[in-house]
């Protein structure tokens, strides 16, 4: 079946660090993928995604780029802030008869400190 | 719009106990989703539904059931609380993808329960 592998964390950085959350993935033909946010508290939003194999997702400073040879979607961001502390999932979906259901990585718990 | 509305916030159930938790969406979305989220886990899956009268299990659904009489709503039930029943549940909806369209999934707030 599907699955999402995230690296360990806690990450703890410093402000302006740079990051990289890594993120592998196993599914069958080709997946969606998704970089999900959660901030303290509250639920999870949408942070970037990517359809197809070499796509690019931005937003709020990160990016994702869809591995198809690696089968990776790693997180990056060139400066982290302290209000980037998180915890960020990584999810895929298949298309076909998925119905959108959505397969989650465990999670990475994400603390900038000023 | 509210979004993906749920309720209650935070409950603590007794072993035994049943209760409702609701989950309403004002986007007239199709597709709903309930997930529980456990501490160093990802989400998950436990019920989804595809449409109004139409639902389906999910990676974990005993212990739950679901309804969904209307677009909108999305109640999950425990009927038989359990202390492995404490978690976090979050609801979720989903509009339809159209040809080579990948809709995003819009998350409620959770709910945190802590069965004793």
């Known amino acids: 079946g599907n699955s999402v592998t995230q690296m360990e964390g806690p990450v703890t950085l410093s402000e302006e660090a740079f990051l990289t959350i890594n993120c592998t993935y196993t599914a069958t033909g080709y997946p969606s993928l998704f970089w999900y946010v959660q901030y303290p508290g509250e639920g999870l939003q949408l942070l970037l995604k990517?359809?197809?194999?070499?796509d690019k997702g931005s937003n709020k400073g990160f990016e994702a780029t869809y591995r198809k040879e690696t089968t990776s979607f790693h997180l990056e961001k060139g400066s982290v802030q302290v209000s980037d502390s998180a915890v960020y999932f990584c999810a895929l979906v298949y298309g076909g008869t998925s119905y959108g259901k959505l397969t989650f990585g465990q999670g990475t718990i994400l603390t900038v400190h000023p | 719009n509210a979004g993906v509305t749920q309720t209650p916030k935070f409950r603590i159930l007794k072993i035994g106990q049943s209760m409702t938790l609701q989950c309403t969406q004002d986007m007239n979305h199709n597709y709903m989703y309930w997930y529980r989220q456990d501490p160093g886990m990802g989400l998950k899956l436990i019920y989804y539904s595809v449409g109004a009268g139409i639902t389906d299990k999910g990676e974990v659904p005993n212990g739950y059931n679901v309804s969904r009489s209307t677009t909108e709503d999305f109640p999950l039930r425990l009927e038989l609380a359990a202390p492995s029943q404490t978690s976090v549940y979050f609801c979720?909806?989903?509009?339809?993808?159209?040809?080579?369209?990948?809709?995003?999934?819009?998350f409620g707030p959770g709910t945190r329960l802590l069965v004793l």
């Open positions: 990517a359809t197809k194999a070499d």
């Open positions: 979720a909806s989903r509009g339809l993808a159209g040809i080579g369209v990948m809709e995003t999934q819009y």
